[in-house]
């Protein structure tokens, strides 16, 4: 098999690694309110800050800094959601989308008045070495990403599927009133959701923190790329965000590899575009 | 003076809103420092702006979050045919504003032909500004890539350039003034009335026979085609762009916040914003800068956040408001419930 074509793959498998575990808590939050949640970039940069400064004062590696940010990041979702996300649900798209842009420039501001606009990094050697493998160049930080993104997937699924809690979420999502009817507190459920999305990007943040610059607008670019991702598998269905990472992934690792890497992401999205016209709400997303 | 007979001498004295705008047109003969000048000129330009956007994403409530697509389609044209072909950027001009109502077309017919909605339009939106954003990056040997145009400059009217900024604030205002009465005059026609109905309730407006798809795309078509205008103007403005700047998703951010704070469901709330809004954040980044201009956009957001939760319609639906509690019950406004 031709090397540059499984290059070719894999960089678009560790791509798509990277931006699965903030789709699937996008859609996680979509699945179980029916809101995007447009600032979840900037819970990722707060994350990373977070990672950041406790390598920086601590001196812990941001691998075994995952619990320590994942349960910050949990508290702080919980109190996200009880001040302000619980009541925007009920409004129309533009005032959630004005709260949502307001919430943006407020965790963009603070970050930028607290720790400047400074690009930092933090230096974990293993995340910057490389293994090469017949010629296939692997970057470990990246392919870490990807194996602790599919984990923290796998483990989110196994708690849906076969938790009580998990079976809650899941029949909240279906069908909020079914579910209420039964006896499900749903607005229990909604923070723990919530809490949980931004838990999972607590984890993106600590295996990103490592080899991103970390900057109050890092969020920004992982946020479009999550919007595109989730919409493009289906708003709110979990296989349909890690069909949609790993869909363009894919595509921008190959335009990148075969033309020219400044059109990559412009394809990608046009692809994007394309399907949504055969398939109006996404791969896998169910009509509403 | 009441409430009845404050109400009495507004309904007889149309003539009094006629005041701004003159006020409006006489500000150039004022000895006004350049910057000064500049902040009236952008925030007329955001004015403009918003109130495009808002006859798509306010009145339709098509959330359109791409709008920089059109706004650079425009402004890379003109700056293109003129930096190539020498081609005076008032006919350019109008070919850029072709160019972005046939690309409006096309994502429009496309979407709204398959039933593409709600956050599925706003995020095709989105990413077709990124697609554009990639293309005229890479295609660095005609478009100068992530440099930009710059444009020569010939100070001739002839060419859409001048060499007082007070020419451009008046073209803009009239501009401003032909948006405003243009939003206004579908506000109150039917075409207005299908668009509300359609953003109340989709499905109901199709049963009762209003082609929704045909009014959705005529309004986005417009509202692309107007902020192609934009584009232009921004082109001959700064006589130089970058694809950063002109289809950079902040603007877009920019537009949609801006045009929501003052409130976008009617003709006048989206000026609002652009007035309230850009003369104050362009005094502070001007005096404060650095680290601490953060603060005061910092607060921006909480107050974009609490506008958002507390006054459906923005601060336009807060005064109109206010307005119906002077008027009593009779003057009820058309199609504002959100």
């Known amino acids: 098999m031709n090397v540059n074509l499984l290059q070719g793959l894999v960089n678009g498998l560790l791509a798509g690694g990277i931006y699965m575990t903030i789709a699937v808590g996008i859609n996680l939050i979509y699945g179980v309110m029916r809101i995007v949640n447009y600032a979840h970039g900037e819970v990722l940069m707060i994350g990373m800050y977070i990672a950041y400064w406790l390598f920086i004062l601590a001196g812990v590696n941001p691998y075994l800094a995952i619990p320590i940010v994942t349960a910050i990041l949990f508290v702080f979702g919980v109190l996200l959601q009880k001040s302000i996300i619980e009541p925007v649900l009920d409004l129309p798209l533009q005032r959630q989308i004005l709260i949502f842009i307001g919430l943006i420039h407020v965790f963009q501001n603070s970050a930028m008045f607290l720790w400047s606009p400074d690009y930092r990094s933090i230096g974990v050697p293993i995340a910057r070495e490389s293994i090469t493998i017949s010629f296939i160049y692997i970057p470990i930080g990246k392919l870490l990403a990807l194996i602790i993104a599919l984990a923290s997937a796998l483990t989110l699924y196994y708690f849906l599927k076969k938790t009580k809690l998990g079976k809650f979420i899941l029949a909240t999502s279906q069908d909020p009133d079914a579910a209420s009817a039964l006896g499900i507190d749903i607005r229990r459920i909604r923070t723990l959701t919530f809490a949980l999305s931004l838990a999972l990007t607590g984890i993106a943040a600590c295996t990103l923190s490592p080899i991103y610059f970390i900057f109050p607008y890092t969020g920004t670019g992982f946020n479009i790329f999550s919007f595109i991702i989730i919409t493009l598998g289906g708003l709110g269905s979990y296989t349909g965000a890690i069909i949609g990472s790993i869909v363009v992934g894919m595509i921008e690792s190959f335009v990148s590899l075969l033309s020219d890497a400044s059109i990559a992401t412009a394809v990608a999205f046009l692809v994007f575009i394309l399907i949504l016209l055969f398939r109006p709400s996404g791969i896998m997303g169910r009509r509403e | ?338």
């Open chain 2, 1 to 338: 003076m009441s409430k009845a007979d404050l109400k009495d001498y507004l309904t007889r004295n149309k003539k009094l809103f006629y005041i701004p705008i003159v006020i409006l047109f006489l500000i150039p003969l004022l000895p006004i420092p350049t910057y000064v000048m500049h902040v009236l000129v952008l925030s007329l330009l955001f004015a403009y702006l918003c109130t495009s956007w808002a006859i798509v994403s306010g009145f339709a409530g098509q959330v359109s979050l791409g709008h920089t697509c059109f706004y650079g389609i425009g402004a890379y044209t003109t700056a293109l045919l003129f930096r190539y072909y020498g081609l005076t950027p008032w006919i350019g001009g109008v070919i850029g504003i072709a160019f972005s109502a046939v690309f409006a077309f096309i994502l429009g017919y496309a979407c709204f032909r398959f039933r593409v909605r709600g956050p599925y339009f706003t995020f095709a939106t989105l990413a077709s500004t990124v697609i554009f954003e990639g293309i005229f990056i890479s295609q660095s040997r005609i478009t100068g890539g992530e440099l930009g145009v710059e444009m020569p400059y010939t100070g001739s009217p002839l060419y859409f350039q001048f060499t007082e900024k007070v020419h451009y604030y008046i073209i803009i205002l009239v501009l401003w003034l032909g948006v405003l009465f243009l939003s206004r005059h579908i506000q109150n026609s039917k075409f207005g009335y299908y668009l509300f109905a359609i953003r109340e309730d989709e499905e109901a407006a199709e049963a009762c026979g209003i082609n929704t798809t045909k009014y959705k795309i005529f309004a986005f078509v417009l509202s692309a085609a107007l902020t192609g205008f934009g584009g232009v103007f921004h082109s001959q403005y700064y006589l130089y762009i970058t694809p950063k700047t002109v289809y950079g998703l902040d603007r877009s951010f920019q537009i949609s916040s801006t045009a929501l704070v003052g409130g976008s469901n009617d003709w006048f709330g989206p000026s609002l914003g652009s007035f309230l809004i850009n003369p104050i954040v362009e005094w502070t980044r001007a005096t404060y800068g650095g680290t601490i201009y953060t603060l005061p956009l910092l607060v921006y957001g909480l107050l974009m956040i609490f506008i958002g939760r507390f006054l459906p319609g923005g601060v336009s639906g807060m005064i109109q408001r206010g307005l119906i509690s002077l008027k009593g019950e009779k003057g009820a406004p058309k199609g504002r419930s959100q």
